[in-house]
Structures are given as structure tokens and as C-alpha cells.
């Protein structure tokens, strides 16, 4: 198993990207790349949990990946961690954010991961919370995610 974590700053003027989902709202996030915080968790649990580095070494801050869809460092994510004789098993992740909320995208997240990730929907977990307005995600600053991945070898 490997474990991840994200986050970033929204800002005004940039498209908003959850789990590869676009999620209609008024700021997105920003980051070297569109930001998606639930993506980039993600990857780095699964690299992590394949001994592989993180989501710096796998696309770091140059111009390569300047504004890169998340999908596209999943799908080589994906690619390293196969060629490499790993197989996700499953994947658990939670949404920290007041702003916006997840609870009619979650099904929609869920099933955009299962579609890239090549998986069954029910072995992708997304869950929220919105922490009661306390700490940086709860004061509308930012969101973050966590993820879990566990695989094994083929």
C-alpha cells in the first residue's frame, strides 16, 4: 500500500479539476500543472506504494509539464507502475474542502477513475468532508485530498 497527499490554493480565473472532473465553480487551483488535488494523491500513493518516487520526480515543476492534465501524469503513472508487474488493487481517498462541495460529483469522480484506471468502480472509495470551517480547507483558502492505494504484483 502506499499513501498520498495534496493540496493547493484556489485562485480565480482557472478552470477546476477534481478527479478529473470538471466541477463547475468560480476558482480553480493552483499548480504547475491544472491542480488536481485528488489526482495527485493519487499518483503518489501509487508510486509510493510500487517504491517508486513521487509525483516531483515523476513530473517536476519545468516547462514539460506546465499546465499538464492531471489525467495524462495518472495515465503514466499507470503505465510505470504495470510495466514494473503492479496491479492496483483498489484506492481510498478523501476530499478536504468547505468550498466546493463533493457530495454530487463523488459518484462521477468515482467512476472517471475507474474508466482511466481501467478498475471496477466499486474498488475506488471517494469521501469528503468540509473539516466545520476549521484549518486552511475549512477557511476557503484551499483543498486537499488524501488517497490510499494498495496493489500488488502480477
Known amino acids: 500500500y502506499g499513501i498520498g497527499f495534496d493540496i493547493h490554493r484556489l485562485i480565480q480565473n482557472k478552470k477546476l479539476f477534481l478527479g478529473g472532473v470538471k466541477i463547475p465553480f468560480h476558482s480553480g487551483l493552483k499548480g504547475h500543472s491544472d491542480g488536481d488535488v485528488i489526482i495527485h494523491a493519487i499518483i503518489d500513493a501509487l508510486l509510493g506504494a510500487c517504491n517508486m518516487g513521487d509525483i516531483g520526480e515523476l513530473a517536476p515543476s519545468n516547462a514539460e509539464y506546465k ?11 499507470l ?10 488493487v483498489n484506492i481510498d481517498l478523501t476530499y478536504v474542502g468547505a468550498e466546493p462541495r463533493l457530495e454530487k460529483f463523488k459518484k462521477d469522480i468515482e467512476a472517471n477513475l475507474a474508466k482511466e484506471l481501467d478498475m471496477n468502480i466499486n474498488d475506488i472509495s471517494c ?24 496493489v500488488t504484483k502480477t
Open 67 to 77: 499546465n499538464i492534465s492531471s489525467i495524462e501524469l495518472l495515465k503514466k503513472t
Open 79 to 88: 503505465d510505470m507502475i504495470s510495466k514494473a508487474g503492479y496491479r492496483i
Open 127 to 150: 469521501k469528503a468532508t468540509t473539516t466545520d470551517g476549521l484549518g486552511y480547507e475549512g477557511s476557503r483558502e484551499g483543498v486537499s485530498s488524501h488517497a490510499i492505494a494498495l
